[in-house]
């Protein structure tokens, strides 16, 4: 079992930037990749961004070169940098653990989710 609780949302302006922490507790977290997963109103969750065990990350084309995701093993946490932020990011973040086989799967661990509003 493992417990996430994402934090670090807000509204911001169309170009500015947020940082988002996800941190993890109940196991062992450096087995896990992680994942971070959005939700607009209406619309299906999807995976924005994933990073490996190894440190390898993979993005959506939607946010390819403006967020950047990370992990911190020691401190069983897991980082979305996001630059450059347009409306359309607008949208409750959630952060997942999973694992890599031909892409990324999440399990069934999921935060609470922290909502991301960009507008002006």
């Known amino acids: 079992q493992v417990q996430l609780v994402e934090s670090g949302g807000g509204l911001v302006q169309p170009g500015e930037s947020l940082r988002l922490s996800c941190t993890a507790s109940?196991?062992?977290?450096?087995?896990?990749?992680m994942g971070w997963y959005r939700q607009a109103p209406g619309k299906q969750r999807l995976l924005v961004a994933s990073?490996?065990?190894?440190?390898?990350?993979d993005y959506a084309d939607s946010v390819k070169g403006r967020f950047t995701i990370s992990r911190d093993n020691a401190k069983n946490a897991v980082y979305l940098y996001m630059n450059s932020l347009k409306p359309e990011d607008t949208a409750v973040y959630y952060c997942?653990?999973?694992?890599?086989?031909?892409?990324?799967?999440?399990?069934?661990?999921w935060g609470q989710g922290t909502q991301v509003t960009v507008s002006s």
């Open positions: 997942n653990a999973g694992y890599y086989a031909t892409g990324y799967h999440p399990f069934n661990y």
């Open positions: 109940g196991s062992t977290f450096s087995i896990y990749a």
């Open positions: 990073i490996a065990t190894s440190g390898g990350t």
